[in-house]
């Protein structure tokens, strides 16, 4: 994964016009542990949301577009933005509710809220739109595309309580609880390393919260995964320090995820979507997505930055067993079980291997063999990051007929869209679902094709 630049979270920056910095303006430095009152006026990607002071631009937690509040300066290194905490609210929105989980409420001093659910204040149906804003701010600044994208409900875990529609809860089937130098846990406070005990994990299944050891003590350990798998009970798995004070490689043990007639292998501590109902979401929003009239099962498909190959599963139970694809992926146990959840399929392989690299290699291949990859569909699922620059650039040069794009990052999809606009593939279809209830993460589904 690429390492992130220090970049904010939105492109609405006082004293820029156009990318060009002013040279007068607010200056750094001039804020840190103050307290300033803020009209919150539209949502910021990561979370934060949007206000002005003396005619520079604020990102505030815990509040929403609409509301007055008071808050606490946290960051002033930059000229142009600061970053604040919401400390109280002073004129509240309609959207707002109690927050799901008490322990994250605005009520807590900031370096106490519990983090991982920084849209729990709010009325589901606002968090779509806050979603929605963001996914179609995205592609308008960063692509030059306009395009309006409903974000989609998805149905709710099997063994979710009746308030779970409405309140966005008992969805996560994973949960990483930090571990403090005490031994104590708990999730990391928003934007800090410090673990905040609690009582509850409100996003979490009724099975995950079940064995929550919340009261226990682990010390010498790096963190504690709560796991449930869906064929199988919940599991503890503990990952321990080395003697560095770095966490160790996590152990080997084998789960096994249920999605439609499917049974997938992969690690108990491997990648899978944390949504009770992501994967069979995503299976289907793949095999729909794929336009059928341009599919060639003949054709050298590909399932980039595959898993363990779920959305290769999904391909080839669309298009049939006679599909030829490869799956790609850096993980080499993720290839081992992909290669084996894909075993009765004739057609299908599992690589080791990075997919940029991978991409370069098949760039040297025989003529016939990318005469095979201009007939191709390729379906890429890469990590929050998105594919970016590199890869982007050797799909276009391997001239594929369609990609779908699966995204859990609006910023990097729209950057990547634009990438590929520029080269020649064109948005066809796009679609958005809430994989991430009361967070402001948001899962989207994009086809692009050559534009000719």
């Keep these: 994964m690429a390492q992130k630049r220090n970049r904010t979270p939105s492109a609405e920056l006082s004293g820029r016009r156009d990318g060009v910095r002013s040279s007068a303006g607010p200056k750094a430095g001039t804020g840190a542990g103050t307290t300033v009152e803020l009209d919150v006026t539209n949502v910021a990607h990561g ?26 300066v946290s960051d002033d290194a930059h000229a142009s933005f600061w970053r604040a905490e919401t400390i109280g609210v002073l004129t509240a929105a309609p959207e707002r509710r109690d927050h799901v989980w ?33 996914l179609t701010d995205a592609f308008a600044r960063m692509a030059k595309i306009d395009t309006d994208v ?19 809860t008992g969805w996560r089937t994973r949960v990483r609880l930090q571990v403090a130098p005490d031994g104590r846990v708990g999730p990391f406070a928003a934007r800090s390393h410090h673990v905040v005990p609690v009582t509850s994990l409100p996003l979490a299944t009724a099975a995950v ?15 504690v995964d709560l796991i449930a798998p869906s064929d199988a009970v919940a599991r503890i798995v503990v990952s321990e320090n080395d003697r560095r004070g770095r966490p160790k490689a996590p152990p080997h043990a084998v789960v096994h995820e249920i999605v439609g007639e499917r049974r997938f292998r992969l690690e108990a501590g491997g990648f899978w979507q944390v949504h009770a109902r992501a994967a ?7 095999q729909e997505t794929i336009d059928g009239d341009e599919f060639d099962p003949r054709a050298a498909n590909l399932d980039l930055y595959g898993g363990v190959g779920l ?19 850096s993980d080499a146990r993720a290839t081992d079980h992909a290669a084996e959840n894909l075993s009765e399929w004739l057609g299908a392989a599992a690589v080791t291997s990075r997919v940029d690299r991978f991409l370069r290699e098949l760039a040297e291949a025989p003529a016939a063999e990318r005469r095979r990859l201009e ?13 970016g620059r590199d890869v982007v650039d050797s799909l276009v040069d391997l001239r594929p007929r369609q990609l779908v794009y699966v995204a859990c990052d609006p910023v990097a999809l729209a950057r990547d869209a634009g990438l590929l606009r520029e080269r020649g593939y064109e948005l066809q279809a796009l679609r958005a679902f809430d994989l991430f209830p009361n967070t402001h993460h948001v899962e989207a589904v994009a086809r692009f094709v050559r534009a000719s």
């Design 280 to 286: 069979e979401t995503l299976s289907r929003a793949v």
């Design 375 to 387: 007939g191709a569909t390729v379906v890429l699922d890469p990590p929050r990051s998105g594919a």
């Design 47 to 72: 979370g934060v949301f949007v206000a002005r002071h003396e005619g520079r631009v604020v990102f505030v937690s815990d509040t929403l577009p609409g509301e007055r509040v008071l808050a606490h």
């Design 209 to 223: 919260e079940a064995i929550a050891p919340l009261t226990q003590r682990f010390p010498g350990a790096a963190h």
């Design 102 to 134: 008490p322990e994250s409420s605005v009520d807590r001093a900031p370096g106490e809220r519990a983090g991982g659910a920084e849209f729990g204040h709010i009325d589901q149906s606002f968090q779509r739109e806050l979603k929605r804003r963001v």
């Design 311 to 329: 959305l290769a599963a999904a391909v080839g139970d669309r298009f049939g067993s006679t599909v030829r694809i490869t799956t790609v992926e």
């Design 150 to 168: 409903e974000v989609e409900a998805i149905p709710t875990a099997p063994d979710a309580g009746p308030d779970a529609a409405s309140t966005g």
